[in-house]
């Protein structure tokens, strides 16, 4: 087993379109950045390149690179996807914290969780997606921006821990 943890924070702007985790999130800003500056799916390739001991996502996917400019950060985490099935790893689940003071996301998390899990080809309850806020504290809490954190376990895919298997209690 291995456990990587991700984290990334975007700057919200007017003129972009707002997008967490592969969703578009209606807003009146959307983050900066290179790409879809989709914060969410940032850290969860920072966690999963973490976990395979790989660097982060600016040594894989620079921006400076003119063909990463508006990529959709979808296909940099089906990238890292690829790198962990060659590695023949799979996440065993990934559990992630959004902090925006707005807009709530909450009526979206469902749609986040179907395109992460589908994108890593896992089973929809491997991924789970919290939102919260700062109270009203620093650059977050002022509308500036937000910022996510993940953190992933992956295990070799002989290794993988199926639903029916029975797992001892906790002590």
């Known amino acids: 087993m ?98 925006a003071e707005q807009p709530l996301i909450g009526p979206y998390i469902p749609q986040m969780v179907e395109k992460i899990a589908t994108t890593l080809e896992i089973p929809a309850g491997r991924v789970n997606i919290k939102a919260t806020t700062s109270e009203g504290l620093g650059f977050i809490g002022e509308g500036k921006g937000i910022v996510a954190y993940a953190v992933v376990l992956v295990t070799s895919k002989s290794d993988i821990i199926s639903p029916q298997r029975s797992r001892r209690p906790l002590r």
Do not use: W
Request: aromatic share 6%.
């Open 2 to 99: 291995r456990i990587g943890f991700g984290y990334d924070v975007h700057r919200l702007v007017e003129g972009r379109k707002l997008i967490l985790g592969g969703v578009q999130v209606p807003y009146k800003k959307g983050l900066e950045g290179h790409s879809d500056a989709d914060v969410l799916l940032h850290a969860l390739c920072d966690a999963l390149l973490g976990a395979m001991g790989e660097g982060d996502i600016g040594r894989h996917f620079p921006n400076t690179e003119l063909r990463f400019r508006g990529i959709s950060s979808l296909r940099l985490l089906q990238n890292v996807a690829t790198m962990m099935a060659e590695r023949s790893l799979a996440v065993e689940n990934l559990d992630t914290t959004v902090v």
